[in-house]
């Protein structure tokens, strides 16, 4: 995994890896929702379905509802991705599956209007072992609003 160089993010993962013992994975009870206060909006939480592999939103964070421009509560990750980004983005969420590690990317693409974006996949797992569920953090650094345009939530440190 990449170093996770976003301050909040890489307090997420620590978090996360807390809750690991004895080289299994976290489950979805090993926490409350109040332990994730501090990252409150930036936090999604995904069903992991097989057969084939999908991801279907439990928890759509409002960051992520700003950035994508809709809710996707109940609905799968690939209806809220960009053709730009969908295989690459659907790959890290595989590879945290897979791996059952956290997966960090950094994103920087100027062109639109988040500039930067960080995200870590956090896989969880009932049994310990097979996951199915991720829990995601995302922040992203934003352009200021245009006139009469939302402004994206972000804080980058």
Known sequence: MDSIQHKELAALHRFWQG???D???PARHDFLA???ADWIGHIS???VERDPLRFRFVLHGGHFTLLSGLSLAGR???EGL???YRDEVLACYREAVETRQAVYRHYSDHSLPWRELDRVILPLADDGVTVDRVM???YTLADPPSQGGSRLLSRRN
Do not use: A
Request: aromatic share 4%; hydrophobic share 40%; net charge negative.
């Open 19 to 21: 809750l690991s013992k």
């Open 23 to 25: 080289g299994r994975l």
């Open 34 to 36: 109040e332990d994730l």
């Open 45 to 47: 939480l995904l069903e």
């Open 76 to 78: 799968y990750l690939e």
């Open 82 to 84: 960009t053709p730009r």
């Open 136 to 138: 995601v953090g995302l």
